[in-house]
């Protein structure tokens, strides 16, 4: 799986791709649900935690629910965070007692890094991956993601910022070279099903611009 990534983002002309059924499905619900003007699509960030990144299997079916959940992946990133890196990112929980714990863990092997978009994506995504404490979330909200994959409170599956100014932020550490505001202005109008492919290889939905199809 890693090879492939890799692959695909060094040999950028070879990327096939394929129509996004289940972003397309969502889209088509939403249109038929709302009169007005859909709103904006929001951005997070999420990151699937070393206690998954391990075990493709399971990547891949958080992956599918994604994209049943009507996200597109505008970036990804599969990374091994350093030590110092780690603790630059959890520094808000310097001094708490389990901070110590928890870079060790998110230091101890690959993660998976995701810029996603959607309507109201902070709030959804953090719905479908279940509250944080995962033995009462096995409970109380098995369907969730961390309802069905997670092991402990700090092996809790993945990540999701909890506010637009976080979000901005936690992608900004993660994705430096990612331009936000430019990202508005010439790619998300283009977000829509008939107009984005998904590359499996990058794990990108491609927006398909005017000027790309008539070449």
């Known amino acids: 799986m890693v090879a492939s990534f890799f692959k695909c983002l060094t040999k950028a002309t070879d990327i096939a791709v394929k129509p996004t059924f289940s972003v397309m499905r969502y889209m088509q619900r939403r249109s038929f649900s709302d009169s007005a003007e859909p709103k904006k699509l929001q951005l997070t960030l999420a990151i699937l935690k070393p206690d998954v990144a391990s075990r493709p299997h399971i990547v891949e079916d958080i992956h599918d629910i994604i994209q049943e959940n009507g ?9 091994h965070l350093r030590r110092a890196d780690a603790e630059e990112f959890y520094k808000e929980h310097h001094g708490k007692f389990f901070h110590n714990r928890l870079v060790n863990f ?11 978009a959607r309507e109201d994506a902070i709030a959804h995504w953090r719905k479908i991956m279940g509250p944080t404490k995962v033995f009462r979330t096995i409970h109380s909200d098995p369907h969730t993601i961390r309802g069905r994959f997670g092991l402990t409170d700090t092996r809790n599956v993945c990540h999701g ?24 202005r010439e790619d998300e109008p283009y977000y829509h099903p ?6 499996s290889e990058s794990l990108a939905h491609i927006p398909v611009k005017s000027s790309d199809k008539k070449n």
Request: aromatic residues 22%; contains cysteine; negative net charge.
């Open 106 to 116: 998110m230091s101890s092997g690959h993660i998976w890094a995701h810029i996603l």
């Open 71 to 79: 996200f597109f992946f505008v970036a990804t990133k599969h990374l």
């Open 161 to 184: 910022s909890d506010s637009p100014k976080n979000a901005l932020k936690e992608i900004a550490f993660f994705f430096p070279e990612f331009n936000a505001e430019k990202w508005y």
């Open 194 to 199: 008939e107009n984005v492919s998904f590359c």
